[in-house]
Nanobody, 122 residues
Framework: QVQLVESGGGLVQAGGSLRLSCAASGRTSRSYVMGWFRQAPGKEREFVAAIRWSGGNTYYADSMKGRFTISRDNAKSTVYLQMNSLKPEDTAVYHC???????????????WGQGTQVTVSS
């Protein structure tokens, strides 16, 4: 089993920044891909970004490129999502996920965190 715990969410004004963290523990593997997804009320879960533990290759949803940056700290088994120039439409619960291969499809990921709320006010 892999446990994922997100933190760093909160309330921010439009144009502001937040950095989310996802701490992984348990049977983690450097072959895993770590993803960030978000889900707004009444909407489906949406891919945000992903990173490979090994090699650090990164992937982004087109709408997040240039504003969001995913990174990892192998020593701390933690993945980060730096979010800049936030917009009200970025308001959602942000979830961290771990899977064995890169995908934008949520069901491809095996483990999920409980999520952290991000609210962007206008």
């Amino acid at each position: 089993q892999v446990q994922l715990v997100e933190s760093g969410g909160g309330l921010v004004q439009a144009g502001g920044s937040l950095r989310l963290s996802c701490a992984a523990s348990g049977r983690t593997s450097r072959s895993y891909v770590m993803g960030w997804f978000r889900q707004a009320p009444g909407k489906e879960r949406e891919f945000v970004a992903a990173i490979r533990w090994s090699g650090g290759n990164t992937y982004y949803a087109d709408s997040m490129k240039g504003r969001f940056t995913i990174s990892r700290d192998n020593a701390k088994s933690t993945v980060y999502l730096q979010m800049n120039s936030l917009k009200p439409e970025d308001t959602a619960v942000y979830h961290c996920a771990a899977g064995t291969s890169y995908s934008v499809v949520p069901t491809s990921y095996n483990y999920w965190g409980q999520g952290t709320q991000v609210t962007v006010s206008s």
